[in-house]
């Protein structure tokens, strides 16, 4: 049977939360935000999940999932460090935060020689989405720069208990030809407000398509990766060079404009809820025991 592996981005440091909230117990019997991820992941068809995590996080990760997961799929572990840089370059002396998503998914280089979905530790998407990517993936008629994205409905991804960053996206046939990453985004009645990159206000309609980060890729993606990073850290000013991060979306935004990829987006009605406030908990527990009440998911996952 091929593999293809489902990555799980968990080196955040969950500064606004106040604590590891990848590893908050939010089920009924214990369980965090990706053992579900997992369990949807594998009943779609996935068979190896790589995490990305601090090497911090290695002890307590695997006590609090890791070791129950190898016990059903192929694991690797990846470590995110601030000094994982390309030959020459050197970790800026007072940079203590991570270079962001997208140096996160170049650590995998060289444990992923397959097609790959990428997600984020502290995000629950739901069972359409993973299905959607998986399929995706394992179609032959999807070149090797075919990649796809799953695109949430705005209205379906908000918190109540503050703002939120999304990456707004602009299509054409189904195709991703723009994602604006759109910071402030709160609901107002019947639509959202936002900040655009000049700090204005701007109004988004709860229809709009945004991505949660959620991606199908396939390995070709690690060389433009790497080939950014490098232009990335040597096109950094030094105000840049303490905080500024390499993002994912940005680098599939380019990529698309460069016309080196194309990116198609699976619209997916899956309701996004994850802990982004120490507020959020509350509502995340009570969603996950209305889905175990429903029958999605079963009372204990892994049992």
């Not at 639509?191 to 309609?205: F, M, P, Q, R, Y």
Request: hydrophobic letters at 40%; one cysteine or more.
């Amino acid at each position: 049977m091929s593999t293809t592996t489902l990555v799980i981005m968990a080196a955040g440091m969950g500064s606004r939360f106040g604590g590891i909230k990848q590893l908050e117990p939010v089920g009924p019997s214990g369980e965090i935000i990706m053992d579900y991820s997992i369990y949807d992941a594998i009943e779609a068809g996935f068979n190896k999940v790589v995490f990305i995590i601090r090497k911090d996080l290695e002890k307590d990760f695997k006590e609090i999932i890791g070791n129950r997961i190898e016990k059903l799929v192929e694991v690797e572990y990846v470590f995110q460090e601030l000094d994982d840089l390309p030959a020459g370059i050197h970790k800026p002396e007072e940079r203590t935060k991570p270079w962001g998503t997208g140096q996160a998914v170049l650590c995998c280089k060289d444990f992923i020689k397959e097609p790959f979905a990428v997600i984020n530790a502290d995000d629950y998407y739901g069972k359409e989405s993973i299905a959607l990517i998986y399929k995706f993936l394992n179609d032959p008629s999807f070149g090797e720069n075919h990649y796809c994205m799953a695109g949430f409905i705005l209205g379906n991804t908000l918190s109540d208990n503050g703002t939120v960053t999304r990456g707004v996206c602009k299509g054409d046939n189904g195709l991703l030809k723009d994602i604006v990453e759109t910071s402030g985004i709160q609901q107002v009645n019947d639509h959202a407000v936002a900040k655009n990159s000049n700090g204005d206000e701007i109004t988004l309609d709860l229809k709009n398509l945004v991505s949660m980060n959620m991606w199908g890729f396939k390995p070709g993606l690690f060389t433009e990766l790497e080939k950014g990073f490098t232009e990335f850290l040597l096109n950094l000013t030094e105000e840049d060079k303490l905080k500024k991060e390499y993002l994912l979306p940005e680098v599939v935004g380019s990529l698309i404009k460069k016309g080196t990829i194309n990116v198609s987006i699976l619209q997916t009605s899956d309701r996004w809820f994850g802990v982004t406030y120490k507020e959020d908990k509350e509502t995340v527990v009570n969603s996950f025991q209305a889905l175990v009440d429903q029958g999605v998911y079963p009372e204990k996952l892994f049992a």
